[in-house]
């Protein structure tokens, strides 16, 4: 039986984005996974689509809100917004809560190369620290 994991940030744009895209295209004959946010964008950022298509993931996702999960049962809540200042929603539901915070990608200012470089280094750090994290949780 797979596992459930629920990813929230703000926005539900980039990071939970990502992070859902990433462990259903990697690990997800054991995990299913999915995302929220306390105030969604509406939309998934198009360099985070980008940089996931980078390394052959194509992701469908939408940007919701965190009430739609409310009555779903998880075994693990992952709020993934870096910086105790931004309102990361708080999980009343079901399921142990985690915090492995990340920059957030969107925000960086600069060249298309250096924004494009922060959407992949975030891309990146969710691979070396979510999967892992994951793959132990399960055994």
């Known amino acids: 039986m ?10 539900n744009s980039c990071r939970s984005q990502m992070a859902e895209a990433i462990v259903n295209a990697r690990i997800g004959e054991s995990w299913e996974a999915f995302s929220a946010g306390i105030k ?4 998934v950022h198009p360099k985070a689509l980008a940089v996931l298509e980078e390394i ?9 809100p965190v ?6 049962k998880f075994d693990l809540v992952i709020t993934v917004c ?10 009343l539901g079901q399921g142990r809560r985690l915090h492995i915070g990340f920059p957030d990608p969107a925000q960086i200012q600069g060249s298309e190369l ?8 975030i891309r990146d750090n969710i691979i070396k620290q979510i999967i892992p994290l994951l793959q132990e949780y399960n055994s």
Not at 2 to 11: A, M, N, P, S
Not at 56 to 64: A, D, E, F, L, V
Request: hydrophobic letters at 35%.
């Open 67 to 72: 009430d739609t999960f409310q009555n779903m």
């Open 56 to 64: 052959n993931i194509h992701h469908n996702g939408y940007s919701k």
């Open 2 to 11: 797979k596992k459930r994991v629920l990813f929230l940030c703000t926005g």
């Open 82 to 91: 870096d910086s105790a200042a931004e309102e990361c929603p708080v999980w």
């Open 114 to 121: 250096e924004i494009k470089s922060a959407f992949r280094s």
């Open 40 to 43: 969604p964008a509406g939309f």
